[in-house]
């Protein structure tokens, strides 16, 4: 294995230390290579040395400026910082580049999401899907967005899809619940699915807060 490959295993197993030793050694073997820098670049984001991983993702950018995948992990960096108008000019650099899959046009979305564009969100939440259908994170931004453009019956089969592919999904329970109490008079059904939510997870305020407000309604 070269220094890189070892470095990944090292990460895989939890040893960030010998990972950066690896990743180190990659490096001062072949420093013209991007992909020592991304890698590092990775191993810092873990740590949460935002600064230092920056400058290792632009490092392989500059010796690569058609690297999806370091355009990707600086993305990602930006976006756990909340610096989302930049991290989503990255996403899409990683999209032009190559980039496969359906990770990138999701995180697309949520930049659109978090910047409060959800009609341009939209179009990329909905090709994440497509491309993975059994993304249940997804699939809830996806069906989040279409209830908060007020196209309810379109968001419904979404958090439906998702209770399928798992019923103790606490965010589609309160999603839906949500969707019952404000676009239709299913109010029982609305309830048992803030029920749902509650139960499933203690923490969501949310859910019972909706709960309560909808049972002092119907005494």
């Known amino acids: ?111 659109f999401e978090k910047l409060e564009q959800p009609k341009l969100a939209l179009p990329y939440l909905q090709r994440a899907i497509e491309l993975d259908p059994e993304d249940a994170q997804a699939r809830l931004s996806y069906g989040i967005t279409l209830a908060s453009m007020e196209l309810f019956e379109l968001a419904e089969p979404q958090f439906l899809q998702v209770l399928d592919q798992d019923p103790n999904h606490s965010d589609a329970h309160y999603n839906l619940g949500v969707l019952y109490a404000v676009s239709t008079d299913r109010v029982n059904e609305a309830m048992f699915h803030l029920k749902q939510a509650c139960t499933l997870d203690e923490r969501n305020e949310m859910a019972r807060y909706a709960y309560d407000m909808i049972a002092t309604k119907l005494q």
Not at 15 to 21: G, P
Not at 43 to 60: I, P, Y
Request: proline content about 2%.
């Open 1 to 111: 294995m070269n220094y890189n490959e070892i470095g990944i295993q090292a990460l895989q197993e939890g040893n960030t230390e010998e990972a950066i030793k690896a990743f180190t050694q990659a490096i001062e073997e072949e420093p013209n290579n991007p992909l020592g820098y991304i890698n590092f670049g990775h191993v810092l984001t873990s740590m949460d040395d935002v600064e230092r991983a920056e400058r290792f993702f632009q490092k392989a950018i500059v010796l690569d400026e058609t690297s999806a995948t370091a355009y990707y992990g600086l993305a990602n960096l930006y976006f756990n910082v909340e610096r989302y108008a930049e991290a989503l000019k990255l996403y899409e650099k990683a999209v032009q580049y190559g980039l496969e899959g359906a990770d990138a046009h999701f995180m697309i979305g949520k930049c």
